[in-house]
Nanobody, 129 residues
């Protein structure tokens, strides 16, 4: 059984930084597209960033976070991270780690939440102005 457990997040003022980590188990990590999603209050869950397991596969960011957020995966430790810099109040949301078994390659399809198969419980990020 696939298990995803987020840690990190918290509260910060605008312009600050936070990081999230996702520990995984129960999956062959190298065969999964991994990603971060978020759900802001009153909004639908949206893709933040996804990263392929293979080095020639794409890393895709939402336009709203490009240049500020960095996704990374450690294929040896089966973990996924999200470094968030220059945070804005509109980044306030619950952030979820997600996975889909694709053979390891991500495509733009995996930026849509319904495409992902497995989910963590979420971690809160609050950015105050």
């Amino acid at each position: 059984q696939v298990r995803l457990v987020e840690s990190g997040g918290g509260s910060v003022q605008a312009g600050g930084s936070l990081s999230l980590s996702c520990a995984t188990s129960g999956l062959v990590y190298s065969r999964y597209c991994m990603g971060w999603f978020r759900r802001a209050p009153g909004k639908e869950r949206e893709g933040v960033a996804i990263e392929s397991a293979d080095t020639d596969g794409p890393t895709i960011y939402a336009d709203s976070v490009k240049g500020r957020f960095t996704i990374s995966r450690d294929n040896a430790r089966n973990t996924l991270s999200l470094q968030m810099n220059d945070l804005k109040p509109e980044d306030t949301a619950i952030y979820y780690c997600a996975a889909r078994q694709t053979g390891g390659h991500c495509s733009t399809s995996e930026m849509r939440a319904p495409s992902m198969q497995d989910w963590g419980q979420g971690a809160q990020v609050i950015v105050s102005s």
